[in-house]
């Protein structure tokens, strides 16, 4: 069993940046690929981006590609999203979710095993 726990988000100005952390318990944290996923008002969940349990390889979601990277620090049991050049089109709900299964098809919710209970980012333009 794995708790995960966002926290970071805020309004922020368009053009801005914020960076989202997602805490994990348990000691095997390690073994999990971690994702970014968000939900705006009334739109369906968004896949934004994966780090892979092992390499530390990661792939985005076309709509934040070149601007949201992600990271992890395995020893705080913690992944991080860096979040630049923001839009009001950002504006969401933003979830972490944990991974068993292989690192390919990640950026489908159903492959996820755990979740956390989401932070909110507002964009102003």
């Known amino acids: 069993q794995v708790q995960l726990e966002e926290s970071g988000g805020g309004l922020v100005q368009a053009g801005g940046s914020l960076r989202l952390s997602c805490a994990a318990s348990g000691r095997t944290f390690s073994s999990y690929s971690m994702g970014w996923f968000r939900q705006a008002p009334g739109k369906e969940r968004e896949f934004v981006g994966v780090?892979?349990?092992?390499?530390?390889?990661?792939y985005f979601g076309d709509s934040v590609k070149g601007r949201f990277t992600i990271s992890r620090d395995n020893a705080k049991n913690t992944v991080y999203l860096q979040m630049n050049s923001l839009k009001p089109e950002d504006t969401g709900v933003y979830y972490c979710?944990?991974?068993?299964?292989?690192?390919?098809?990640?950026?489908?919710?159903?492959?996820?095993?755990?979740w956390g209970q989401g932070t909110q980012v507002t964009v102003s333009s």
């Open positions: 780090i892979s349990r092992s390499t530390g390889g990661t």
């Open positions: 979710a944990a991974a068993t299964s292989g690192f390919a098809g990640l950026s489908l919710g159903s492959r996820y095993d755990y």
